[in-house]
């Protein structure tokens, strides 16, 4: 696992390259509207770049006391198979430890296969007592 070129950030990326990482990465797009509005509005972001290039990050979310979310776990596939999701998830896991109160609940939505790397940070399924949704974005009136 080399990583000497990788600098870890604790800020937001621009919404610009946000996009494209995710885009990259085989992820939905997102609005340059809604990535301006939200990414400033985490409550963690770790950010990895190479030679000043964004190549993963991840951002907890969420309400700052009852509800968390793990979410945008997103490593460029150039640099990939490199341990950086474990990087991220290890530097996300400390700033929950650190402020998540006993009782919160801490929630994400897992893609396969990337739900393997979740479980190694003590992330476990919900069913069948729980079932993870999602509601769909609509188009605005």
Same mark, same amino acid.
Not at 20 to 44: C, D, Q, V, Y
Not at 63 to 82: F, K
């Given at each position: 696992m080399e990583n000497q070129d990788i600098q870890v950030l604790y800020e937001p990326p621009g919404p610009e390259e946000y996009i494209e990482l995710r885009i990259a990465a085989g992820m939905s797009a997102r609005t340059?509207?809604?990535a301006r509005a939200g990414l400033p509005n985490s +409550?963690?972001?770790v950010t990895l770049r190479e030679h000043g290039k964004l190549v993963g990050m991840g951002r907890v979310i969420g309400d700052g006391g009852c509800a968390y979310i793990v979410s945008d776990?997103?490593?460029?596939?150039?640099v990939q198979r490199r341990g950086l999701g474990r990087l991220i998830m290890a530097?996300?896991?400390r700033y929950l430890d650190a402020h998540v109160e006993p009782g919160s609940f801490v929630? +994400?939505?897992a893609d396969t296969p990337a739900d393997a790397l979740y479980r190694h940070f003590g992330f476990i399924e919900t069913a069948p007592a729980s079932i993870g949704m999602y509601r769909p974005s609509r188009p605005k009136n």
């Amino acid at each position: 696992m080399e990583n000497q070129d990788i600098q870890v950030l604790y800020e937001p990326p621009g919404p610009e390259e946000y996009i494209e990482l995710r885009i990259a990465a085989g992820m939905s797009a997102r609005t340059p509207a809604a990535a301006r509005a939200g990414l400033p509005n985490s +409550l963690f972001v770790v950010t990895l770049r190479e030679h000043g290039k964004l190549v993963g990050m991840g951002r907890v979310i969420g309400d700052g006391g009852c509800a968390y979310i793990v979410s945008d776990i997103v490593v460029h596939p150039s640099v990939q198979r490199r341990g950086l999701g474990r990087l991220i998830m290890a530097d996300i896991e400390r700033y929950l430890d650190a402020h998540v109160e006993p009782g919160s609940f801490v929630s +994400l939505i897992a893609d396969t296969p990337a739900d393997a790397l979740y479980r190694h940070f003590g992330f476990i399924e919900t069913a069948p007592a729980s079932i993870g949704m999602y509601r769909p974005s609509r188009p605005k009136n």
